[in-house]
């Protein structure tokens, strides 16, 4: 299917998301609709609000508009006693030139543009002349030792919050670094809140105007011209009907906290294009949220909902309303709000068809070829935040990520606590490995950025031992390779050797939904993998050196204080025994869409009794990510009665021995010598004399009465080494159980099986 080159989609990501790097919805977009023979233009808003508001101009006027109440509110809090927040506000005021005179520095160090902020570095660090905020001063004091200029990163990122504490404080209660209104617009939103909060200050002032930044650039794109001049754009389509000629305008909300911005995106092109444009909004929140929110007044914004991964929708509307215009009927995952025959607004909306075999199989098809499309970003202008010294804590923030995913849904997708109703989680399907790691490549060396994040609800590990793979080869022949981190699933598959074998080929990190750590849990949970094989994995991978990060969930519908304790017992040995880098508390949520809430929809009262127990567990975990604290008993963490752990306080101790013990048996356990499966990942044997020597894991290994064939043959299996070496040696290695009994020999010295 190829559309007309004339059909032009424009692809929004509205703010507040993470600003480090772009979110990914516009990259499968912009491929998806480029892949149909469509012009695409894709903005990501998020950055330029970011720049509009931690600017000089950004920053002159956010003190204009703030600079009396503040004042005032100091006044009230000096009044009663509240002395500290008095002070603060009134230095915010007080040093705004110099907040507006250091603002484009911040931004630029953290943008790592060392040729023009370096030598101002020393400073902003040491100068007495510089701008102060509290998490700036703490973040100094709490030092253990002289600050320097590597803390810098960190002091610009206390300084963008310090700034974004003054903006909640004084001018928009609602605001956010990250997300915007996200309260409001949570579960089922109120909309007369969410109407209300569109017309917010915040929106008014710096988000309008980004989009009144971009005007020219929409208009010139949706007239095809470089420029536009004149003051209303062309209406070249003939009659109310949808042609070629209409403009698509696509609005990813993935998150609660992007929909009052969405909403503005929506109307801003509403005014601008008149009935020339139709808007879609799609994404995570869209899918969760509003997938049974039905109120008719959000077509004031947008005309329909694209409901899952879009791609059939989209198919279904343009086969339906571009190119020959049929009678208006509902469609496969669409909910409309506007007639596309008529263009005239629905009394009520019209309801998706949410099943047809067609479009699924279509759109699978599409999920497994697709590559996401990074051409229309700039990487160099994203900040590289540094909030948090734990190493596995930064890399969300710090690196201009390429997000992309192996796999769509989840390969196990059976967690009770889960969306397993919805195609984000239930509908796995992998992608292709090699289209998408070339795809991938093309973009790393294009934009300079090597990184790659994988979004995916779990890693499967065939897809990414093949992805790594690719990764291997390729550095082999260019001399090139990715970094890649995901979220994974804790169990057996994530092996010893695979884990080694993933890191040898790129892997740097791994995070995974741990969610409960007693086997009670688990089970309840129906999380489908059992203590033991999470201490393996996690031990697995931080034998192989890669950072782990789990995900927990406290106060479920089955728990009690004791249940929360025996997790938390357990979570604290995971970290004693160095098996995790990092960690976070979550407290459950049910959500319409998950096995559980068929279960306790009923008796379920959001568990309001567990609340009191969240700042403990998240004081204890902030202790242990830094290595302190690991022997204190967990009971010590709370202010009020809570009984004592019923696991033994070395659980997670002896099933590392069991590890152990199963590790060293993998090869007897084979019926057939695994040939095929075999690499190398140590360096390139050296021989002396009739030893052999190298390097695995860091540590030097050794093999007496070495031969040049046996250093060849090893050096044959490495990961990058051509396919066709390699299977000369694999069918080599079969006919020789001499070299077979050498290499069950160096099995964890270099040879893995994966």
Not at 196 to 206: A, H, L, N, T
Not at 450 to 458: K, L, M, N, R, S
Not at 532 to 544: G, P, Q, R, T
Not at 598 to 616: C, E, L, N, R, V
Request: with cysteine; aromatic share 14%.
């Amino acid at each position: 299917m190829n559309y007309n080159e004339d059909m032009k989609v424009v692809i929004i990501n509205p703010p507040m998301v993470q600003q480090n790097t772009v979110y990914p919805s516009g990259a499968y977009l912009s491929a998806y609709f480029k892949s149909l023979g469509c012009q695409v233009l894709w903005q990501d808003l998020n950055i330029k609000l970011f720049y509009k508001i931690f600017s000089s101009e950004g920053l002159s006027r956010i003190f204009d508009l703030t600079c009396d109440k503040a004042l005032k509110m100091a006044e009230n809090a000096q009044k009663s006693g509240d002395e500290a927040t008095a002070f603060n506000l009134r230095r915010y005021v007080s040093s705004k030139r110099e907040w507006i005179k250091w603002i484009p520095f911040i931004t630029e160090a953290l943008r790592g543009c060392g040729k023009s902020t370096r030598e101002k570095e020393h400073e902003f660090l040491f100068s007495p002349f510089v701008p102060r905020g509290n998490r700036m001063e703490t973040f100094l004091m709490n030092l253990e030792r002289e600050p320097c200029v590597d803390d810098i990163n960190f002091l610009c990122t206390y300084a963008l919050a310090d700034l974004s504490d003054y903006i909640t404080a004084v001018f928009d209660n609602e605001f956010s670094l990250i997300r915007y209104a996200e309260s409001l617009s949570a579960e089922i939103p109120d909309f007369n809140l969410i109407l209300k909060q569109v017309e917010s200050p915040f929106i008014k002032e710096f988000f309008i105007p980004v989009l009144k930044d971009c005007e020219k650039d929409y208009l010139a794109f949706a007239d095809g011209e470089e420029s536009y001049n004149g003051d209303r754009v062309k209406l070249s389509y003939k009659g109310d009907r949808v042609k070629n000629e209409k403009l698509i305008v696509c609005i990813s909300v993935p998150f609660a906290g992007t929909f009052v911005p969405a909403l503005a995106v929506a109307r801003f092109f509403r005014q601008l294009f008149g009935d020339r444009v139709f808007i879609f909004m799609g994404g995570g929140y869209v899918n969760t949220d509003l997938r049974k929110f039905t109120d008719v007044r959000l077509g004031q914004f947008t005309d329909a909902l694209s409901f899952d991964r879009g791609y059939g929708s989209y198919k279904a509307f343009f086969e339906n309303f571009v190119d020959d215009i049929k009678d208006f009927n509902p469609l496969y995952k669409l909910r409309f709000y506007k007639n596309p025959v008529t263009g005239k607004a629905l009394e009520k909306p019209v309801e998706p068809v949410w099943a047809d075999k067609e479009y699924e199989k279509y759109e699978n098809q599409v999920t497994t070829e697709l590559v996401p499309d990074y051409e229309d970003i700039d990487f160099s202008v994203y900040p590289r935040l540094c909030d948090d010294k734990n190493p596995m804590h930064r890399l969300w923030t710090d690196g201009a990520w390429i997000k992309a995913y192996l796999a769509h849904g989840c390969y196990w997708h059976k967690c009770a606590f889960c969306d397993t109703k919805l195609d984000y989680v239930c509908s796995y399907k992998p992608v292709n490995a090699q289209r998408l790691f070339e795809g991938l490549m093309k973009t790393a060396c294009e934009k300079d950025i090597y990184g790659i994040h994988f979004v995916d609800e779990a890693l499967p590990p065939a897809v990414i031992k093949r992805f790594a793979l690719y990764n291997a080869r390729y550095y082999e022949q260019h001399g090139k390779q990715l970094y890649f981190w995901g979220n994974v699933r804790f169990e057996k598959a994530f092996s010893k050797d695979l884990a080694a074998f993933l890191v040898y080929c790129g892997l740097g990190a791994v995070s995974a939904g741990l969610e409960v750590a007693t086997e009670t849990g688990l089970k309840k949970i129906n999380k489908g993998t059992d203590l033991d094989s999470i201490i393996a994995s996690c031990a697995a991978f931080k034998e192989a050196g890669v950072l782990v990060h789990a995900y927990m969930i406290y106060g479920f519908w089955y728990d009690t204080p004791q249940s929360i304790i025996d997790s938390m017992e357990t979570l604290r040995q995971f970290f004693a025994a160095g098996l995790l880098d990092s960690s976070f508390w979550h407290k459950f949520v049910l959500t319409k869409d998950s096995a559980a809430y068929d279960m306790i929809k009923d008796t379920w009262d959001g568990g309001p009794q567990y609340a009191k127990f969240g700042p403990g567990l998240e004081a204890a975990l902030d202790s242990w990510m830094h290595g302190q604290k690991l022997e204190t008993k967990v009971t010590r963490w709370f202010d009020f009665e809570v009984p004592g752990p019923s696991i033994p306080r070395n659980l997670v101790e002896k099933s590392i021995e069991k590890y152990e013990m199963e590790n060293d048996s993998l090869f007897d356990s084979r019926k057939e010598f695994p040939a095929e499966e075999i690499y190398w990942l140590g360096t390139q044997p050296v021989i002396t004399g009739n030893q052999m020597n190298w390097i695995y894991l860091q540590e030097e290994m050794e093999w007496k009465k070495a031969t040049l064939e046996l250093s060849s043959v090893l050096w044959g299996l490495r990961p990058g080494a051509d396919e066709r070496d390699r299977v000369k040696f694999v069918e080599q290695i079969k006919k020789t159980p001499e070299l077979q009994k050498v290499i069950k020999s160096l099995h964890y010295k270099g040879i893995v099986v994966v």
